[in-house]
């Protein structure tokens, strides 16, 4: 079973961290930029709530897993913490639109390379 790695928020000692695949980060054109920026900083700023009941230094993670379905993860253990709305509407919507937007700069950059090749 294979998986891309698209990004994780990591516990730091003043925070968190946001970690994009390079690869991705690489092609972000600046209206995707902008379109993540607030989605990243309300997410971190939500989880930030939940740090110390974090028992990883990775707080929650996203991928696309080989059945090209996205997947969005807490660490583990740390969703019974979490009330229903708050894990389900705020942590795993705000995750899945990264993701969502992620795959859109991947998939924009396959489109231009595919039209450079022919």
């Known amino acids: 079973m294979y998986m ?16 994009l695949n390079e690869q991705i980060a690489a092609d972000i054109l600046p209206h995707y930029d902008a379109l993540l920026r607030p989605l990243v900083t309300s997410l971190a700023d939500t989880l930030q709530l939940y740090r110390s009941l974090s028992k990883h230094p990775t707080i929650l993670t996203g991928k696309i897993l080989d059945t090209v379905q996205l997947e969005v993860l807490l660490s583990e253990g740390l969703g019974q913490y979490i009330d229903i709305y708050t894990k389900n509407q705020i942590i795993f ?8 937007i992620l795959v859109n700069v991947m998939d924009s950059h396959t489109s231009k390379t595919l039209k450079r090749t022919h």
């Open 4 to 19: 891309i790695f698209l990004y994780r928020f990591d516990l730091k000692e003043n925070g968190i961290d946001f970690v």
């Open 93 to 100: 919507e705000d995750g899945k639109r990264i993701a969502d």
